[in-house]
């Protein structure tokens, strides 16, 4: 089963990562990304720019309407996502709860729809 | 002139037994696998061009063990300079392949090799992960296109499987009783879930998976005709075979699913229907009876009904009365239900459901919300139906299923319904 590991960030996020624990926490990611490699549970994951280079689209009337910034201003953001592929949610939970910035911030797990089904 | 489709098959076929030859000769099991994939990969780019080999399974050897044995002189060498102490190394010709080398035709490793690719030390990712590749033949591409992962994903999840099977260093051979029997219950296990796997999978970009479903079925075959009075083996070919017959009609041309009573049963494919249903009649009337045959004994009542309304419910009943003893597990006891309802009406069956809300594994299931919804439909209370249906479809992670069941819940939205 494929989960969705949404990572969310805050303001205080890169200056916690940057400050002196930085470094063990990024070994703490690495050591996590080598173990879903090893394993061949790891699908992929991308990590995503800071907000401020979000552009919101709309259409106004039919046209777009393009404005610099988030769509909400909320205290935390997206800050990146991984996707595993796991024997359980349990499994996929538990990534999660050792992802380093889980101490600080929030991150959700959610199943991948599948594009396959079972007659009923 | 044969085509790659022809090639394909062959190399498949042959993989298992050239690996059993290799493995017998260098023992390294994860180094042989590794052989026996290039030389695959080889005679899938030559022998379109250049022609089948006269002997396509002493090609196949040859060109591993040469392999083998190029990377074990490399190995020889490292270590000759790593080490002072040289280790001997042994003659060229203690490598070279040998005349003979053909398998002897009463000898198929199949069965060795899948009882080691399922050892209960992997988790079930790489068990048929392993099993597709080692004893199926396919490549780490296509195993990874049927998982809809990378490759390098793959690779790496069999690549581990191997290192896991070499450190618990176990001897190539069966295993003996009664760890032989317990073992063979895991491969067959492996083999219902990579058919599973295929099954589910309905068209357009699932038709790589989909090709599980008839990989499945051959190694099914090949350990059918291995250990032909094994009552469970049968089974579960036979219950492949009945329900893959279905597959022509249970997906409409847009992907969606067609529940089994709307399925045109013309477009069944009588063939499998006929196999599966010699199978399994032969199975019950000699073996132990067991799960896999009570399924396909369950399939091909189904599947002998010429209309949905033919169907002789209270033998399927009497069936899975004989399953929820053999092999009581609550997805069981869910089809249970539906029978029940088949056979003493609908509140008969939901009181049946009602016995698994409080079971941890089902209680927030998608399946468990869909059939309820069937049968509360069946009853007649169709705003309750409806809001069951529309609970089921937010629940299932899978696209098809969730049209499907907004499908059913759009049937019921009656003129004078909110």
Same mark, same amino acid.
């Not at chain 2, 176990?170 to 003996?176: D, K, S």
């Not at chain 2, 094994?230 to 409409?252: F, H, I, Y």
């Not at chain 2, 009602?354 to 299931?365: N, S, V």
């Given at each position: 089963m494929k989960y969705m590991l949404l990572i969310y960030d805050n303001a205080q996020t890169r200056e916690t990562f940057l400050g002196e624990q930085g470094e063990g926490l990024m070994a703490e990611i690495d050591a996590i990304m080598n173990e879903l490699t090893e394993s061949g549970e790891l699908v992929g994951g991308e990590a995503l720019a800071d907000p401020s280079n979000t552009k919101t689209i709309r259409l106004v009337d039919g046209a777009p309407a393009i404005t610099d910034g988030p769509y909400a201003e909320a205290k935390e953001h997206l800050g990146g996502y991984l996707i595993v592929d796991c024997e359980s949610v349990e499994r996929a939970a538990d990534i999660a709860r050792r992802w380093p910035s889980a101490r600080f911030t929030p991150l959700e797990v959610r199943p991948l729809m599948d594009t396959s089904g079972a007659e009923m | 002139m044969r085509s790659d489709a022809d090639h394909v098959d062959l190399l498949r076929r042959l993989a298992p037994q050239v690996l059993g030859v290799l493995v017998r000769r260098f023992e390294q099991f994860d180094a042989c696998e590794d052989a026996v994939q290039e030389a695959l990969l080889a005679a899938a780019v030559q022998w379109p061009q250049e022609g089948l080999p006269d002997s396509p399974q002493a090609w196949l050897i040859t060109v591993a063990a040469r392999r083998m044995t190029d990377q074990l002189r490399s190995e020889h060498a490292r270590r000759r300079r790593e080490d002072t102490a040289a280790a001997q190394v042994p003659a060229d010709d203690g490598f070279a392949p040998a005349p003979g080398d053909e398998q002897r035709p009463d000898h198929d490793d199949t069965l060795t090799l899948l009882i080691l690719c399922c050892h209960p030390a992997l988790s079930p990712a790489s068990q048929l992960a392993l099993t597709l590749r080692a004893v199926g033949g396919l490549?780490?591409? *296509?195993?990874?296109?049927?998982?809809?992962?990378?490759?390098?994903?793959?690779?790496?999840?069999?690549?581990?499987?191997?290192?896991? @099977?070499?450190?618990?260093?176990?001897?190539?051979?069966?295993?003996?009783?009664? *760890?032989?029997?317990?073992? @063979?219950? %895991?491969?067959?296990?492996? @083999?219902?879930?990579?058919?599973?796997?295929?099954?589910? $999978?309905?068209?357009?970009?699932?038709?790589?998976?989909?090709?599980?479903?008839? *990989?499945?079925?051959?190694?099914?075959?090949?350990?059918?005709?291995?250990?032909?009075?094994?009552?469970?083996?049968?089974?579960?070919?036979?219950?492949?075979?009945?329900?893959?017959?279905?597959?022509?009609?249970?997906? /409409?041309?847009?992907?969606?699913?067609?529940?089994?009573?709307?399925?045109?049963?013309?477009?069944? !494919?009588?063939?499998?229907?006929?196999?599966?249903?010699?199978?399994?009649? /032969?199975?019950?009337?000699?073996?132990?009876?067991?799960?896999?045959?009570?399924?396909?004994?369950?399939?091909?009542?189904?599947?002998?009904?010429?209309?949905?309304?033919?169907?002789?419910?209270?033998?399927? @009943?009497?069936?899975?009365?004989?399953?929820?003893?053999?092999?009581? !597990?609550?997805?069981?006891?869910? !089809?249970?239900?539906?029978?029940?309802?088949? %056979?003493?009406?609908?509140?008969?069956?939901?009181?049946?459901?009602?016995?698994?809300?409080?079971?941890?594994?089902?209680?927030?299931?998608?399946?468990?919300?869909?059939?309820?919804?069937?049968?509360?439909?069946?009853? /007649?209370?169709?705003?309750?139906?409806?809001?069951?249906?529309?609970?089921?479809?937010?629940? &299932? &992670?899978?696209?098809?299923?969730?049209?499907?069941? *907004?499908?059913? $819940?759009?049937?019921?939205?009656?003129? !004078?319904?909110?």
């Open positions: - | 490549t780490t591409a *296509e195993i990874a296109s049927a998982f809809l992962v990378p490759e390098a994903t793959m690779a790496q999840r069999i690549s581990r499987a191997k290192q896991s @099977l070499k450190a618990t260093d176990i001897p190539f051979a069966m295993p003996p009783e009664p *760890e032989r029997s317990e073992r @063979l219950r %895991v491969v067959l296990h492996v @083999l219902y879930l990579i058919f599973n796997e295929g099954y589910i $999978a309905s068209s357009g970009p699932d038709l790589q998976r989909s090709e599980l479903t008839r *990989e499945a079925i051959r190694l099914t075959r090949a350990v059918h005709a291995l250990l032909p009075d094994d009552g469970e083996v049968a089974g579960l070919l036979a219950l492949m075979l009945l329900s893959d017959a279905r597959r022509p009609a249970r997906t /409409g041309a847009d992907g969606t699913l067609i529940a089994l009573a709307e399925q045109d049963r013309a477009l069944w !494919n009588r063939a499998y229907i006929e196999e599966g249903t010699g199978l399994i009649t /032969g199975a019950l009337a000699r073996a132990t009876l067991g799960p896999y045959q009570l399924q396909a004994a369950i399939a091909a009542v189904h599947d002998e009904a010429p209309r949905a309304q033919d169907t002789d419910w209270p033998q399927i @009943l009497a069936l899975y009365k004989l399953l929820e003893r053999v092999a009581p !597990n609550p997805m069981v006891t869910l !089809n249970h239900a539906v029978a029940v309802a088949m %056979v003493d009406g609908p509140r008969a069956g939901l009181d049946l459901l009602a016995t698994l809300d409080a079971d941890d594994r089902m209680a927030a299931h998608h399946r468990l919300d869909a059939v309820r919804a069937h049968l509360l439909e069946m009853a /007649g209370d169709h705003a309750a139906a409806r809001s069951m249906y529309l609970t089921a479809a937010r629940r &299932t &992670t899978s696209l098809p299923e969730q049209r499907y069941l *907004e499908a059913r $819940a759009a049937r019921l939205t009656g003129g !004078n319904d909110p």
